[in-house]
């Protein structure tokens, strides 16, 4: 076999593994859960391997380098070097795991994917799987189906359309980077008549898809990616025309689809009339911006966001809300100024290149002409796309999404390629020097996502056992120790084998001292793992009361408090260990201070924007019993 052969061979399996991936990601719910993050590191490991192959087997192969890709070579250095300063560490690793692999996918990508053959079938195929999520969309909305493909839609959006996700706005966020890409096709692309016809349908289609996902962020950005689109477009004489009518057209249509689609009408006027989901986000940006306050430079770790959020909330968020709702305060509340000016650097050169690039892409000095171009259509299509989820991540976190922070980091890989356009001078020849630092890179690489990759599944798949088994049961304890030591850095899994043994403990049965005290060494080893779990403090010191250990349990109750200072939960729980305390000490004054915590905690509730997951009828049950213990001591008086 030939090298030319080799080289060819491999550059067509690596542009199948990148379409897998992209095609993957959305139809999988965005790739959110840990197992289909799994088929996405495989398919990256892939194509490193494929890229190994080529570069010391296939022909001479050059590295494409544009200012861009430093930046992210450089990020994915600084996530590495967080990992190793995070409080979290597990949590770290996943965040930094994700980081390497959109690194690797962009420099897979802006390598190998280049050429106009590839930039084309990677469109088509975007513009086809945004096409058919869409139409899918719309079956939901018109149906009212209850189902995102075999997974039950949550309560709050039964009315919304989502596609193949579970939000309906990260639904919205990859449409809006695929439609201005279509859009370009549409009328500058170097197709023919009934390709044309189809993309234009599949315009039609993605509008009508964020149009059925009531998301404002998602209309708010789309009407303005079509006004950015349509006025570089009219500018053009050659264009005016047809983008007039094109425009004329789509505005009439979307006017009465919107006044003859009572649904759509009546969500999207409830939606904006109400105020309680805007209060709560402002108040978790409120959080955020306190949260990087106390760490400005380097922000307080990959993913750690919600699990430091507790100390920072306000009483009206009594909730997990799991990321910031604002992809730029997430990233400076998790990386700092550090991060920020990172990912802040890659979009900014992604821009500059291509101004660059556009007068040598565009074939003709006047700017856009009648002659149909691709290169054009990449170049402007993407830079509307990014800019839209840009915009929209101001008011959503799309990028916590896997399959829209892919997809936005290969349609900027996408674009900076075509800076080869522009000059010569970002090729760098592959020498020893050069392929011995991407063997180094592309080894390390696969290592991480296949070693890290099997451990991950092993651990989720008997997870997965032990969410089907009786809640707090013994025989769900014995699959989490199992799961444990597969990977004893989760916390999340300590933790909850310390939650099942103290329910045993309280639940009064034989060797119920026995059961706290291996209920505590679960707790211990949850606060190592995560020292600001609030309710891993509470549940200890709550093990503790029951022993009668109450030395020990009070500074743990009172660490609780410090870590979750305005949660509800903790506080009703903390009148729950002055309760235990009144008990042994037999005094007025501490049944009054447990009483004070009550009160407090049920009123946070009652005021409280959004209903908690937790169940508050323990909070109002313990103030009961607290009330009849003061009647039982006045009496006594």
């Avoid at 639904?171 to 279509?182: C, D, H, K, Q, S």
């Avoid at 315009?203 to 689109?229: D, E, K, N, P, Q």
């Avoid at 990014?386 to 896997?402: E, K, R, T, V, W």
């Avoid at 916390?491 to 310390?498: P, S, V």
């Amino acid at each position: 076999m030939n090298r030319e052969l080799i080289d060819r061979l491999c550059e067509r399996g690596i542009l199948g593994l990148v379409l897998a991936v992209l095609v993957y990601g959305p139809i999988a719910t965005g790739a959110v859960r840990a197992n289909d993050l799994l088929v996405l590191q495989t398919l990256t490991g892939g194509a490193l391997a494929l890229w190994l192959i080529r570069l010391w087997f296939g022909e001479s192969h050059r590295l494409l380098l544009p200012p861009v890709s430093w930046v992210v070579a450089l990020f994915m250095g600084y996530a590495v070097l967080r990992y190793f300063q995070a409080d979290i560490e597990y949590v770290a690793r996943q965040e930094v795991i994700r980081v390497l692999l959109y690194g690797c996918l962009f420099f897979i990508i802006i390598n190998h994917l280049h050429h106009q053959e590839s930039l084309q079938l990677i469109a088509y195929v975007l513009i086809a799987i945004a096409t058919i999520i869409s139409a899918y969309a719309i079956y939901q909305f018109a149906t009212n189906s209850p189902y995102v493909l075999r997974y039950v839609k949550p309560v709050m959006y039964m009315k919304r359309a989502s596609g193949t996700y579970i939000c309906p706005n990260h639904l919205a966020g990859f449409l809006e980077m695929i439609f201005p890409l279509a859009l370009a096709y549409l009328f500058m692309g170097k197709v023919s008549h009934i390709v044309r016809v189809l993309i234009g349908y599949g315009v039609l289609m993605m509008l009508a898809g964020i149009g059925v996902t009531i998301s404002r962020g998602g209309w708010i950005v789309t009407g303005i990616a079509l006004l950015v689109f349509f006025a570089l477009l009219i500018r053009k004489r050659s264009y005016r025309i047809p983008a007039l009518i094109f425009l004329v057209f789509l505005v009439v249509g979307m006017i009465f689809a919107y006044s003859n689609a009572h649904n759509v009408r009546e969500q999207f006027q409830q939606r904006f009339s109400s105020t309680q989901w805007n209060n709560i986000r402002l108040s978790i940006w409120k959080s955020a911006v306190e949260m990087w306050k106390d760490e400005p430079w380097l922000g307080v770790g990959p993913g750690h966001f919600d699990y430091r959020f507790r100390q920072y909330r306000s009483k009206n968020v009594q909730m997990r809300p799991e990321r910031v709702h604002n992809d730029y305060l997430n990233t400076l509340a998790d990386w700092g100024v550090v991060g920020f000016a990172l990912v802040a650097s890659a979009w900014l050169l992604m821009y500059l290149g291509a101004l660059k690039t556009w007068k040598f892409v565009r074939h003709n000095p006047d700017g856009l002409t009648s002659r149909k171009t691709n290169k054009a259509a990449w170049v402007l299509g993407g830079c509307i796309g990014i800019l839209a989820i840009l915009l929209h991540s101001f008011l959503d976190f799309n990028f916590q999404i896997p399959a829209n922070a892919i997809l936005a980091v290969a349609i900027m890989a996408l674009v900076s390629s075509h800076l080869r356009f522009a000059t010569d001078r970002y090729w760098v020849s592959s020498g020893w020097v050069a392929r011995l630092l991407v063997t180094a890179f592309c080894l390390a690489s696969m290592g991480v996502f296949y070693v890290q990759g099997v451990r991950l599944w092993r651990e989720q798949r008997v997870l997965e056992q032990a969410k089907i088994c009786p809640v707090n049961s013994l025989k769900k304890a014995a699959l989490l120790e199992k799961a444990w030591q597969i990977e004893p850095k989760n916390a999340e899994t300590t933790a909850e084998l310390g939650e099942i043994f103290r329910s045993e403990c309280f639940a009064g049965e034989r060797n119920s001292k026995d059961m706290g005290e291996i209920a505590i060494r679960w707790f211990e080893r949850t606060r190592a793992l995560n020292p600001f779990d609030a309710y891993n403090y509470m549940r200890h010191g709550m093990t503790l009361d029951f022993l009668r250990r109450f030395d020990e349990a009070s500074p743990l109750m009172k660490r609780a408090n410090e870590l979750d200072p305005n949660g509800y939960y903790v506080l009703a729980h903390l009148g729950w260990h002055w309760v235990q305390l009144a008990a042994n000490e037999e005094r007025n004054s501490r049944y009054a201070q447990a009483r004070n915590f009550y009160t407090k905690a049920i009123e946070w509730f009652d005021q409280s924007q959004l209903l908690n997951y937790d169940d508050n009828t323990v909070a109002r049950r313990y103030k009961d019993i607290v009330l009849r213990k003061l009647a039982e001591l006045a009496q006594k008086k």
